[in-house]
């Protein structure tokens, strides 16, 4: 008796582009906020870099669903934009806690 062949289904692609700028820009402006905050000497704009990145981070959250959304579903589809959200909201946080350590350290 011959077997029947596999036919396997190769796995779907993410889409790069959008995978790396959703995951890139929320640190980006964060950071770029702190650096302009520094140079201006403006305390006041360091401390509303969370209200800023916040919508940053919905925003981009949405694209890197829609990303995702492409290979993944059910579950781990879940997993991956919770896991996004508080990665990112951990990641902003921490870089902007550096860049006010910086503004400390240079004045």
Known sequence: MIPEPVFTI???KIPTGRLWSSLAVPPG?????SLIGCYFHRVSWVL??????FPFIFIYLQIFVDAV????EGRSYMILGWAY???Q?????LLLVACAALYIYLN
Do not use: K, W
């Not at 402006?29 to 906020?33: D, L, W, Y």
């Open 10 to 12: 190769p796995a779907r």
């Open 29 to 33: 402006a964060v950071v770029t906020g």
């Open 48 to 53: 509303a870099l969370p209200f800023v990145a």
């Open 69 to 72: 959304g492409e290979r993944f």
């Open 85 to 87: 959200f508080f990665g």
């Open 89 to 93: 909201t951990i990641f902003c946080f």
